[in-house]
């Protein structure tokens, strides 16, 4: 990530957070969920307008924006009319994602392009326990509780990787389908098979039915917390959930199976990837998008930046390298990260499209 776009977050940040202060409704949201004036400005909590400001604030400023307005639209926040949640990383905001309070779109909308890494993963460092939950405001509710957790939010289990910590605890999301205990079992799993670690399940059972942390807490204090029966992954009891043809079970052993076979197809994935990445050739595919031949210069290939709103050429194409960079704030990469950013389209998509339409096939 460059210098500009975290200085851009940076000020976002800032802005969303002061327009939080001042919202009452966005407000009185987190505080109903349990979340305290202190929580939320220690996490930097924020509010994004209904009306653009955040665009032109940073463009008067000449830092890059386009990835905090809508892709169609450059005058409409991107994260319009919702709680915004930064990435922090010491004062730096690498990332953000949000969550609707008015039940209008997505409950999580991320920024585009992937997640990075997991929300509130500076409390890893030092950690001799991490709890890992769903959601960045459960997440934080925990921490107000003087409990260190991280939030997965849906994605890849290959951010768990580095978590070289001894003890991890899972709280699943409670829902009809049990698609979230289903999702914590294949997590509990998938970390045994990397490093016998071994995860913990908690449930948080409060009159009769399992909640989430946010509830939960407003009921419950931390000594109650601390009394919770901690279950071992692998014996939980097997989840039955409602199938396409009735009732179905899910089990940890399942769960452990599956994982095996997938590290057989990860391997041969690696090799596919770095076929595409050899075999695709950057410097058309951006002639493609930008209809233009682009300004040789060097050992570069000029291009009007199709990322963001450019005037000047400001991408610049390695042929030797099969890479990218824009100097305009958009970052840089390989033929794959530029596919996805520019289609808005996760990694597997963007294989697919390079293959069918560039590769023929
Ligand atoms: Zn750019």
């Known amino acids: 990530m460059t210098d500009v776009i975290v200085k851009a977050n940076n000020i976002s940040t800032e802005f969303y957070h002061s327009f939080l202060l001042g919202s009452s409704q966005p407000l009185e949201y987190l505080k109903s969920r349990g979340l305290s004036m202190n929580s939320i400005e220690k996490f930097k909590l924020g509010f994004a307008t209904n009306v653009s400001l955040i665009g032109n604030l940073l463009r008067a400023k000449g830092l890059p924006f386009s990835h905090l307005v809508k892709k169609d639209n450059d005058s409409e926040d991107y994260f319009k009319e919702r709680i915004v949640i930064p990435f922090l990383d010491g004062d730096n905001t690498i990332f953000f994602t949000s969550r609707s309070i008015y039940d209008i779109g997505t409950r999580h909308l991320h920024l585009r392009g992937g997640i990075p890494t997991l929300y509130n993963s500076n409390t890893l460092l030092d950690a001799k326990y991490v709890f890992i939950v769903e959601s960045p405001l459960d997440a934080i509710t925990l921490e107000q509780n003087g409990i260190r957790a ?12 580095n978590l070289l910590i001894p003890q991890i605890f899972l709280i699943p999301d409670i829902e009809e389908s049990r698609v979230g205990e289903i999702d914590a079992i294949k997590t509990a799993a998938y970390l045994y098979s990397i490093g016998n670690i071994d995860v913990r399940i908690v449930y948080l059972p409060s009159n009769g039915v399992k909640v989430d942390p946010n509830l939960w807490f407003m009921d419950h204090t931390i000594e109650e917390f601390r009394k919770l029966p901690i279950i071992q992954a692998r014996d939980v009891e097997p989840i039955i959930f409602p199938g396409l043809h009735g009732p179905e079970t899910f089990t940890f052993e399942q769960a452990a199976q599956k994982t095996r076979v997938k590290k057989d197809v990860v391997a041969k994935t690696g090799d596919e990837v770095a076929e595409i990445k050899r075999k695709a050739n950057l410097l058309e595919i951006m002639r493609d998008y930008t209809n233009s031949q682009g300004i040789q210069t060097g050992e570069a290939v000029l291009f009007l ?15 030797a390298t099969q890479s990218w960079c824009c100097f305009g704030g958009c970052g840089g990469g390989d033929v794959i990260n530029f596919i996805q950013r520019i289609e808005d389209i996760n990694f597997k998509q963007a294989l697919e499209l390079i293959k069918t339409r560039y590769l023929g096939d």
Do not use: M
């Open 305 to 319: 930046c199709p990322l963001h709103n450019d005037r000047n050429p400001s991408l610049a194409i390695y042929p």
């Open 150 to 161: 991280v939030a997965k939010l849906g994605t890849g289990l290959n951010l768990l990787e």
